[in-house]
């Protein structure tokens, strides 16, 4: 029963010890009282009864309404759980320097866009698309570095992914990387769709050991996986095999596109060759990842003073409409008039001029 009220409270509770003055209607009427010969010579009258009794309450009301209305009541902001359509999606992007060239492989000139500019400007409009995606945003280049963790807040991701513009070192360690971004995803609720989008130029050989931990990190959380591969034009495709020996050192990209398709999580790979397949890729991973899941809103603490200070007015109109009813307005105007002084009579010296007058 208590988890379905409310939580009310009172921004000065002391101020309810003036709340017994609300009993001060029950020792003294507000109505005027008429001196009667014997109580036996009145009637029972239950209409009247029913009257002091409401004038009674109104006055407790008021007194009442004031005293709570002073202390500051509200009810106090909550947490609602709720269900919408979106993911969690952790971000891992390459901030080697090969992401700082354009997708023609040399520096970008005027008005040319390199693959990280790119890539941050298509990631910062995904990110706030849909109101209840979570995202958390992991770079990585020699080493992992948390950006932001897993969160709703839109603005806090966008900044997150605009500020990596710093380019690291050549080496791509995408092995720590992906262990940091899967950490990402913590405990988590049952049912809700994770991603794992992987924005990469290119890739490195994986030591074997830490494929095997791996592997079982990605059984144990289970995410879609997304490898967006920005490749440079006229680069071989993850697909290609290499012309000598098939190697993870000769084919890197190849061996990282094989290991992710041996790890048992739906997997997809994306090659982009421009800012505009880079956006169309993004535009499918959005249709992909739309599943229910549970969202925390925050209701804000809502101030109740108005409403005590309208019960306090009610009782009050109450009282006045009272009072108003007692007074005889007609009575009172014709007593008014009777009091008004008499017109003054002639004096005796202008009463016989005009008796003169009048003889002549």
């Known amino acids: 029963m208590a988890a379905l009220l409310p939580p009310l409270g009172l ?16 020792l003294l009427s507000v109505t005027r009282r008429s001196a009667v010969s014997s109580v036996a010579a009145a009637p029972e009258d239950p209409l009247s009864s029913g009257l002091r009794i409401a004038l009674t309450a109104a006055g407790m009301l008021a007194i009442g309404g ?29 901030r080697s320097g090969s992401m700082n060239e354009t997708f023609a492989g040399r520096q970008p000139s ?30 990585f280049s020699t080493a992992p570095m948390l950006v932001v963790p897993m969160t709703d807040r839109h603005d806090a991701v966008r900044a997150a992914v605009a500020a ?12 720590r990387g992906l262990g940091m971004a899967l950490s990402q995803f913590g405990a988590g609720t049952p049912g809700v769709s994770r991603a794992l989008l992987l924005v990469s130029d290119g890739a490195a050989v994986i030591d074997p050991r830490i494929q095997a931990q791996l592997r079982a990190e990605f059984t144990k959380v289970q995410p879609n996986l997304y490898w967006l591969f920005l490749r440079t034009k006229g680069s071989p495709s993850i697909t290609d095999k290499p012309a000598g020996e098939d190697t993870p050192q ?26 505009d397949a880079v956006a169309n890729a993004v535009r499918q991973i959005e249709a992909l990842e739309r599943d229910p899941i549970p969202y925390t809103e925050e209701r804000p603490r809502r101030d109740l003073t108005g409403w005590a200070y309208a019960l306090a007015a009610l009782g009050l109109l109450l009282l006045v409409l009272a009072k108003l009813a007692e007074t005889d307005f007609v009575r009172t105007s014709a007593r008014a008039s009777s009091k008004r002084p008499a017109d003054p009579a002639p004096a005796n010296g202008q009463a016989a001029a005009v008796s003169k007058r009048a003889a002549a």
């Open 164 to 175: 990596i513009d710093r380019p690291g070192l050549d080496y791509t360690n995408v092995a």
């Open 250 to 275: 000769a084919a890197p990209e190849r061996h990282l596109d094989l290991f992710f398709r041996s790890l048992g999580v739906p997997y997809r790979a994306f090659e982009a060759e421009g800012a």
């Open 66 to 94: 004031l005293v709570l209305a002073l202390a500051g009541p509200y009810r106090a902001g909550e947490r609602v759980t709720r269900t919408g359509i979106g993911a969690q999606i952790s971000m891992l992007i390459d």
């Open 11 to 26: 921004a000065t509770p002391w101020l309810l010890w003036l709340l017994p003055l609300a009993l001060l209607p029950l």
């Open 110 to 139: 005027g008005a040319e866009e390199s693959k990280a500019a790119a890539s941050r400007r298509i990631l910062r409009d995904f990110v706030g698309e849909r109101a209840h995606d979570q995202f958390a945003v992991t770079a």
